[in-house]
T-cell receptor, first 111, second 117 residues
Framework: RKEVEQDPGPFNVPEGATVAFNCTYS??????FFWYRQDCRKEPKLLMS???SGNEDGRFTAQLNRASQYISLLIRDSKLSDSATYLC????????????FGTGTRLQVFP | DAGITQSPRYKITETGRQVTLMCHQT?????MFWYRQDLGHGLRLIYY???????DKGEVPDGYVVSRSKTENFPLTLESATRSQTSVYFC????????????????FGPGTRLTVL
């Protein structure tokens, strides 16, 4: 089983739609969680950190469910510019934490 | 105000040759990382460094060597390139890795696309 699993998509949605991605992780010791965004052939960039209480940044909402070991990302009112690959990232747990990246979920927003 | 840069951006080499990929950051971040990204695998950590002269292996270190004599530089060397090392290589840096919150954010360089023939 992969440490971090994501549905690769693509998710094809019209502008204005709401879309949600889930990501599951296998290590219950993981402490920090992130969503990164990666545009085609570009470097990943942090979209948002995911906190236990959940957090919202404009049109983006991230949730963490420790009991079921998954995190989610909700995008409301999708824009064409949201088209990208969204990477779920968790720390490996323990004293030598490293980031473990999922393979990403591709989102394509169409007019 | 470059942030984090990588060179070269593109490299074609032959099997058996030594190749060095350069990474330079201007933020004085303590931590630096090398990842490779391949289809179906996501980003995989090769090596990382917590400070100058401190390096540690990641998930896929075989065939790679790193050094960090200065805080701002973290070169990655392929001692004898193989075709399986054809990939996109990303360097990243961060203030910390265990602090939690924004200090753990990793900033990535633009990547080096390496082809080994």
């Amino acid at each position: 089983r992969k440490e971090v699993e994501q549905d690769p998509g693509p998710f094809n949605v019209p502008e204005g739609a709401t879309v949600a991605f889930n990501c599951t992780y296998s290590n219950s010791a993981s402490q920090s969680f992130f969503w990164y965004r990666q545009d085609c052939r570009k470097e990943p960039k942090l979209l948002m950190s995911v906190y236990s209480s959940g957090n919202e940044d404009g049109r983006f909402t991230a949730q963490l469910n420790r009991a079921s070991q998954y995190i989610s990302l909700l995008i409301r009112d999708s824009k064409l510019s949201d088209s990208a690959t969204y990477l779920c990232v968790v720390t490996s747990g323990g004293n030598t934490d490293k980031l473990i990246f999922g393979t990403g979920t591709r989102l394509q927003v169409f007019p | 105000d470059a942030g984090i840069t990588q060179s070269p951006r593109y490299k074609i080499t032959e099997t058996g040759r030594q190749v060095t990929l350069m990474c330079h950051q201007t933020w004085s971040h303590s931590y630096m990382f090398w990842y490779r990204q391949d289809l179906g695998h996501g980003l995989r950590l090769i090596y990382y460094s917590a400070a100058a002269d401190i390096t540690d292996k990641g998930e896929v270190p075989d065939g790679y060597v790193v050094s960090r004599s200065k805080t701002e530089n973290f070169p990655l060397t392929l001692e004898s390139a193989t075709r399986s090392q054809t990939s996109v290589y990303f360097c990243a840096s961060s203030e910390s890795i265990l602090a939690g919150g924004p200090r753990d954010e990793q900033f990535f360089g633009p990547g080096t696309r390496l082809t080994v023939l």
